[in-house]
């Protein structure tokens, strides 16, 4: 590949794709292993088996390139079945959300990220931005499938509804830390239902028979 001394215009150059996943996997890592402080280019590519050069033509400094590809992890959509009841969608929320806050690398680069956004105003922004747009997203979902079903009034706000659902789960694995006890995130589908003011029943529990598999 010829050199460049600048990073291309979108759609100026053709990237390669298997190099582009590589260092995107090599900044997750990087970000697990080091976090955002001690990250460097440098190590970004040693660890992707590329040059230095193959990640400039890519992103322009670290802090985009984190920031690009952070806020593309951070905004993907939630897998949203309809389970029938609002407590069920809940509880399927919360295991894929702890699930994914209890990986290997997000339980490390999250918490590194959290201190670094308190430093870095644009970090926090994007970092914001991108989980906002994605909650809200999903609770709107939530919501608009409960008020369908009548389980729920017209006018529920979404906003409430998503720091009820995703603030505990949140605060326990990404701030404090804690493991979830054995039946949690069951118990916490049917208080976070209860809160919005959703009925609550036996038909209300479809995944019963997979909620003690919260540890």
């Known amino acids: 590949m010829a050199a460049v001394r600048k990073r291309p215009a979108a759609g100026a150059a053709v990237l390669r794709e298997d190099v582009t996943t590589a260092i995107r996997q090599a900044v997750t890592q990087e970000l697990a292993a080091v ?17 230095k050069t193959a990640v400039y033509r890519r992103w322009s400094s ?13 905004s993907q959509s939630l897998p949203l079945l309809d389970t029938g009841s609002l407590r069920g969608d809940i509880e399927m929320v919360l295991h894929v959300v702890s699930r994914a806050l209890r990986h290997r690398l997000a339980s490390q680069i999250i918490p590194d ?8 105003p644009k970090i926090g922004h994007t970092l914001q931005e991108a989980l906002r747009a994605n909650q809200r997203q999903a609770s709107e979902l939530l919501i608009g499938r409960a008020v369908a079903r009548g389980e729920l009034p017209a006018g529920t706000d979404p ?18 830390r804690t493991p979830l006890p ?3 995130v069951s118990e916490l589908a049917t208080s976070v239902a209860a809160a919005l003011g959703a009925p609550i029943s036996q038909s209300s529990f479809p995944n019963e028979r997979t909620s003690g598999s919260s540890r």
Do not use: F, H
């Open 159 to 176: 906003d409430t509804a998503v720091d009820l659902i995703i603030g505990p789960i949140y605060w326990r694995l990404a701030v404090a």
């Open 182 to 184: 054995q039946g949690y």
């Open 62 to 74: 670290k802090l985009e390139m984190v920031l690009e590809i952070v806020s593309e992890v951070a």
């Open 113 to 120: 990220l959290l201190a670094e956004a308190a430093r870095n």
């Open 35 to 51: 976090g955002y402080g001690r990250l460097s280019i440098e190590g970004v590519a040693r660890r992707a088996g590329v040059g």
